[in-house]
């Protein structure tokens, strides 16, 4: 008998346009030598067209759940998953993916023809991330976290004239590898210790039997919390990050760290509060270490630094120690809010950072913001409402996001967390009104920074978004409320 | 007119403010008077229109969600359409509708004329978000609003200093107020889980204790305490009239002040578990009647007489809804606001015609003058004085009534409103015939003349209110009581002894009161000055300490203000700076440090960083075994 392989392209056809849009933006290049608007356009193109079906299948998906019709959330023999939190990932993916190829768009411009290899890379990764958020399979999670990161390497180390880029993408690539090796074992370990590999199979596993010594399936979680771990630089896997950071070009880093924020802690979300969630009571209070190490050493360590980005990226260490609190609260649409608002934030923040200091070069000193008020007062604006954003103001959707983690793990029994985290976010505030400090009451004489449109545009949706879903937070609950995984 | 449409309620004087606000100076006098009055007045019509389900009798309360906010904790636009709110807003609209004209009159000639109007409309919006909100979070929103608008508007002629330390006065007294009520407001919030009012007062019987009640009862009355001037927070308000005279009588008179009363009254669910804090809302009240009507007797400015009465009679209302007279106390709130909002605007017109003339002694004669103005103010004082049929004796005798029926310790406070009654006769006789009758004793160069038609309407207006006002509660029909009954449905609340007999009595007995108050002023100040100067004399020195208001100002400020002051600045230069800026530097510091010292981890070599990575690993498998095995 042949057995034919169930099939549904919809199911992944995002993912396919996007490779499909890497594709041609390569062979367009080849074929006709463009302008890098021309890209431009068909990468944005696919993207677009990508989050368009992605609109779709989450009505699609509503309505199913809607109807009670549980099953049509699965394809591929159930190896991808098309739930509310998958689709809803796969558009915070896409959304970061718009927002992250129009801040870059200056560096994707300067790279001249290579800025064909830099939008297929984007394309690519994105491709990756949305593969693995959507993944039932452990192994095909890996897959597209590999394919992601891989991707992401290279776009660290895509300026070769750069030594600190260079420098960056080979550490990248190396902890990187280091990191997927421990999480495929941490895979193994689970296949070992259960003869599963579905992540809702593993689900049914657990509740229906008991296992009798978890101790290799708890080595497996312990392991793949690491391998993940490092993807969203929690503490202490972070390291690479400052010099990721600060190292690749500037105009594709909050691309870069928000893709792989919201891909890692979905899969870190899905696999253990969906997955292994009969072990919450081992593995919780791990996680809640990793929250605080990666809360107070990200805020502290953000305070001394004297570099924008690499502030950023101790800044995007303590962030990862919210969302961990998050994951202690074991409640995915908190964490998706967060993760939605932040990766905003920080392509935002980011697009400021390349408007600063140049698209391609790699640092950010402090001093160069100096009265930036003054000098362009649009740059000024957009950064200060981000960065308040980012410590979580009321009246920022950076609160509101912080309230509902911290909410979560506080009603989960983890009011110490909440404690820890709250003196916390008092520390970071300090380095973010640092940086508004110095644009605002110190003065500069240098010349006026000219903003390009498209990253006028950026700004003012990272800020419109920031703002909107402070004021309503309901605009953006409402619909994580529906988000939830399988 | 669905309740889904009350929005536009609050959003069309809103709307008027938002306009005002940045086209006012273009369009200019006295069109952006007129604008902001369609405003309000359109607001009126479409609330009437609204209301007519209740008169008509059988229907319930609505309430329609406008926009959740935050839905966990019952934080939205929320508008509750009920009797009581629906009273509430036709006062406020239609009342404030009147003041908006005559105010085109008397800010005629006013530089920021069209800003005066934004402000004004802006606390129209505001005072209706407060009594039409479903919860109470929107209920804050408003409280916190009209705070906003009186001190704008008490500061409106900020160049005059008299009138920014007024303004700072009532900020800081009514902060006082708005924290008890914030605390309030947790304390429900941590007892019922929402603040939604139809969710608190459902599950106030099953969920309150009586502890938790008296503790959200009285933070609730040290709010309204601050908010409708009640003692020992009442010393704001008789400042607050450095504001331009229709502020007076719209916010400082007819609406925000009575604010208080009305969350007492929205309250009522949880003050019917709490005896203890009503009874303590009506001695309050009652205090504050017979202490503010007092000072008022000796005032010679124009409106210091007519805010300490405002004071005092915020007591009355105050008395009714501690006694669970709340009907009482809120057709009181009603038929105040017709003739309280008159006498302002009647003084309003004499300062005018005075040329801002505010002092007593310096007026007389002023009825030939200014008829129209000398009748109306004429019908209002009768009618405060409690002289039937006019609206006050109605509102007046059932407040007075339903304390008397209380009995025990509201007997006393029922001695204690009577004599205010008799004191408040006195002090608006005296005013009036002050005012209107005996010599002219006006200043050289004085030349009264009469207002205009926009200001004379709206006192016309508003003397017939105060006329048969208060024939919508009489003991011989009780169209309020049935009006209002569905709001306080399940609580017990006071009533006016029952049967003809007992009415007469008591009636007779304030009538009484305020007949002899009416008759000892007029033949006192009917006569030439010298003669009730010698009079006033005749009470020294119990007249001077009413004259300076018992000098409350001057103690607040050597007992509190002074010490106040003295500690802020030891805190600000003795502990602050060396201590608390120490300590905040010192964390800084500390952290900065530990920053520093924390840096070596982040070598920049691979090998490190590989083995951070793998030990850390190794301590969260382990920590994650450790937590299984």
Redesign the interface.
Known sequence: MILTPEVSWLAILPDLVLALGAAAVLLVEVQWHPVTRVLAWVAGGSIAIAAGITVLQWLAASDAVAAGDLGSLTAFSGMILMDGFAIFGRLALLATTALGVAAGWQFFKDLGRRGAEGLALVLLATTGFSIMVASNNLVMLFLGLEVGSIALYVLAGLTREDRKADEAA??YF??GS??SA?FIYGVALMYAGTRQLTILGLGDFLSGFIVSS??VI??G???I??GL??KVSA???H??A??VYQGAPAGIVGYMAGVAKIAGFAAISRILLTAVDD?E???L??IA??AVLSML?GS??A??QSDVRRMLAYSGVAHAGFIMTGVVGTSTDGILFYLLAYAIQLVGAFAVVAAVSGSSGSGSALSEYRGLSRRSPVLAGSLTVLLLGMAGLPLTSGFVAKFGVFADAWFNGYEWLVIVAVLASV?AF?FYLRIIVIMYMEDDESALIEVPGVVRLVLGIAVVATLVWGI???SLLDVVADALPL | MPVEMLWLVIALPLLGALFLHFLGRRIGEPLSGWLASAAIGTSFLIALVAAFPFIEGGAHGETSLLWEWMPAIGASLEIQWDPLAALMTLVVTGVGSLIHVFAIGYMHGDERFGRFFTYLNLFAASMLTLVLAGNYAMLFLGWELVGLCSYLLIGFWYTRPSASAAAKKAFVVNRIGDFGFMIALMLVFTSFGTLSFAGVFERAPEILDTGTATAIGLLFLVGAAGKSAQVPLYVWLPDAMEGPTPVSALIHAATMVTAGVYVIARSAAIFDLAPAASTTVATIGAITALWAATIAIAQRDIKKVLAYSTVSQLGYMFLAVGSTAYVAGIFHLMTHAFFKALLFLGAGAVIHAMADEQDMHKMGGLLKRMPTTAITMGIATLAIAGIPPLAGFWSKDEILASVFERGGWFSVLFVVGLITALLTAFYMTRQWVLVFLGEPRWEEGADPHKAPRVMSVPLIVLAVLSVVGGLINTPFRLTLEHFLEPVWEGISIQHPPEGIGMFLILGGLSVFAGLVGVAAAYMTYRRPMESWRSFEDGFEPLWGAWEDAYRVDDIYGRTLVAPGRKAAEVSAFGIDLPVIDGAVNGVAAVFTDLGRRLRPLQTGYVCNYAALLLAGGLVVVAWILAGGL
Do not use: R, Y
């Open positions: 080979i550490k190396l902890m280091f990191a421990i978890p101790g708890l080595i979680i312990g392991l919390v690491v771990g490092f503490a202490p896997f390291t690479w400052p010099d072990f009571a081992s593995f209070p791990a270490g990793i050493l502290v360590l305070l001394v520390i300090a309503i937070p309901s």
